[in-house]
């Protein structure tokens, strides 16, 4: 699932929950009116790191980006008077940087946290050696005593001091060539003198630094961004009932790097991640999230991924003429802040699968939200959603944990085409927040579906064997469903985050699609024409900052799931889970952080991205996926 939870990694196509916090100018004090921290983690937000950034000279910096990096990711930008405010932050040690275009990175300077007191940091930039004819004297060098090269240039000559023509100059054979080198030599090498000392531009934007050409302002770009990144080396495999001890549940390995680039506009982060085997696949993304507090909020990115076929895998060789699938696809989304109370949102996803007969498939999505009173939202959102058979192994998912690349294949049932499932969904929600710790939301929903699709594992066709790693999908026909729905999120402690999801609907089935065919490896499949559905969705993230652990449990409890064995031939109450665990190691490498990540789940879908109520209700027998490794931070 794509839900937030911290330093995650997913075990299927849909991501492990990421954790994602917030800072904004109320944390910084009074003093501040400058934008929001940026922070790529959530965690326990119990510290406060300040200070000031300074150059050789002891003159306040303004514009410099001060990243950290330990308990939790974050960055701010220096005001006029050089001061950086992080607010907000777990406790433990953290290695802060200060960086800014012309200057030599700061010193890494460790901090710890131990509690709600302030860290006061003092760091200090160096500006890098200007071009030929600069000085880098102090300001406060009387200008007669700076020797100025003016050969060549018809500048008053100043007569040296005493001091100086006491011979205080290198005498070596460089120095001495240097300095019979015939003028004209040194006419030509410049035609302009560089203003020794001129004080730095006051503009704190990089833009401003660096518009007098392109190639200074990729350079200042770049000086400006404190990179991280993140690399895991995972061990992953499926486990099915009665089939533990298969071949098919060995382990295969997968490669995933992520690097991010917080800048003083938003997030960039490029991801990538690989797998070998008998399937052989990789994806490739990125995606920038702009800082909240403007008008604009932007939100964009890209994914390329592919599956290549290799020998050993009869069952997907079937179903694929080319001998491998990929898949592209574009989303850009604007949240409008109209007003304080009225903020709009619109956008899309533009996905291109070369395995459809219609390649291009577009879902957009528009939403309105008033908040009448601070604290109280009222949301709408009306979505159309287009969703390929196996759109989840090919999809980069939306969190900003490690992830797999394809690794399941997948066919239609009996040879028939692929056909894509078409939802369309019209959601009303009622939000309001208590003292900042507990949200309550309301819902109503109307949902309208057509080829709605099931996927069913563990199916042993007369042509092939039966493969956990292998599934089929199918048409469950057209379905109207409408319900409503509350959600309790609640935040007790700083250890501690949970919410409780319950959702009460009622479907109308309109047509039969496959199902006479499904019937034969799922009777569970089979719908009556009318159905209630009752679920209740449980989450919990907890942190145990004594033994640096972090824990996410997902617990899913349905009344209509699809029941995996032939005896139900009826739709009943089943559980789906997802649970994983995060346990940092007591050393690093270099300033670098090492965790252990064990993850287990049966759950298929992501229920933060859901396209249809009933995609993983006809999910049939899906395995237990198991993925483990090492995650290093840097």
């Known amino acids: 699932m794509r839900s937030a939870a911290a330093i995650a990694g997913l075990v299927s196509a849909a991501a492990w929950p990421v954790q994602a916090g917030q800072s904004g100018p109320a944390a910084r004090g009074p003093q501040s009116g400058r934008a929001p921290v940026f922070q790529t983690a959530r965690a326990n937000l119990t510290g406060v790191i300040s200070g000031t950034v300074s150059d050789e000279r002891g003159v306040p910096v303004p514009g410099a980006v001060v990243s950290v990096l330990g308990a939790a990711l974050a960055s701010d930008v220096t005001d006029a008077q050089g001061r950086f405010f992080l607010a907000r932050l777990p406790v433990g040690e953290y290695v802060l940087r200060a960086h800014m275009s012309g200057f030599a990175a700061s010193r890494s300077e460790t901090v710890r946290l131990v509690g709600p007191a302030a860290a006061i940091c003092r760091l200090q930039l160096r500006r890098l050696d200007a071009a030929a004819g600069s000085s880098t004297a102090t300001a406060s060098t009387p200008l007669a005593s700076r020797p100025i090269l003016a050969a060549g240039f018809e500048l008053p000559r ?16 460089t120095a001495w060539r240097l300095r019979h080198l015939p003028r004209s030599i040194l006419k030509d090498a410049a035609s302009t003198i560089a203003v020794a000392d001129a004080e730095p531009p006051a503009a704190g934007s990089i833009f401003a630094r660096a518009a007098d050409s392109a190639a ?16 895991n080396l ?24 992520s690097i991010g680039a917080p800048t003083g506009a938003g997030d960039w982060v490029v991801r990538a991640a690989m797998g070998e085997g008998d399937l052989s696949s990789w994806i490739v993304a990125g995606s ?5 507090g403007s008008i604009h909020s932007y939100d964009f990115g890209w994914s390329y991924s592919t599956q290549e076929y290799q020998s050993g895998n009869s069952l997907a060789l079937t179903a694929v003429t080319d001998g491998s699938r990929n898949v592209g696809e574009l989303h850009a989304l604007d949240r409008w802040t109209v007003s304080p109370g009225v903020a709009i949102e619109y956008g899309g996803r533009y996905a291109h699968y070369d395995y459809l007969i219609d390649r291009g498939l577009f879902s957009p999505r528009v939403g309105l939200t008033l908040e009448p ?22 999809l980069a998912p939306g969190s900003l944990g490690p992830w797999l690349p394809p ?12 056909r894509v499932e078409r939802s369309r969904t019209l959601d009303v929600m009622l939000e309001h927040d208590f003292n900042q710790t507990y949200t309550i939301a309301l819902s109503r929903f109307f949902q309208s579906v057509d080829d709605q699709l099931v996927t069913l594992f563990g199916v042993q066709m007369p042509s092939g064997p039966r493969s956990i790693g292998h599934y089929y999908v199918a048409s469950a026909g057209a379905v109207d469903s409408e319900g409503w729905g509350v959600r309790l999120r609640a935040t007790p402690s700083t250890r501690l985050t949970a919410a409780v999801d319950y959702r009460r609907a009622r479907g109308q089935w309109s047509d039969r699609g496959d199902l006479a065919r499904v019937a034969v490896w799922a009777p569970g499949a089979i719908r009556p024409e009318l159905e209630d559905i009752h679920d209740l969705t449980t989450t919990v993230e907890a942190k145990i900052p004594e033994t640096a652990t972090r824990v996410f449990v997902l617990y899913k409890l349905d009344s209509r799931f699809t029941r995996a064995d032939l005896e139900q031939s009826k739709p009943g109450l089943d559980g789906r889970f997802d649970v994983q665990v995060n346990q940092a190691l007591p050393f690093g490498l270099g300033g670098t952080q090492w965790e252990i990540l064990i993850g287990l789940r049966n759950l298929f879908r992501d229920p933060n991205d859901p396209a249809s109520l009933y995609d993983e209700l006809l999910v049939v027998r899906p395995p237990k996926r198991v993925v483990g490794g090492v995650l290093v931070r840097f």
């Open 158 to 173: 100043v007569e040296p001091s005493d001091e100086e023509s006491k011979g205080d100059h290198p005498h070596g054979e």
């Open 216 to 231: 200074g302002l990729a350079a200042a770009i770049f000086s400006d961004i404190p990179f991280t990144g993140e690399v």
């Open 234 to 257: 995972l061990t992953t495999g499926a486990v099915a009932p009665a089939n533990v001890f298969s071949n098919a549940a060995l382990p295969r390995g997968v490669a995933y790097l």
């Open 288 to 292: 920038f999230v702009s800082r909240p």
């Open 373 to 394: 009173v601070k604290g109280t939202r009222v949301k709408t959102v009306i979505a159309r959603r287009m969703l390929a058979p196996g759109a989840e192994e090919f």
């Open 407 to 418: 690794e399941r294949t997948f066919a239609p049932l009996l040879g028939d085409r692929l």
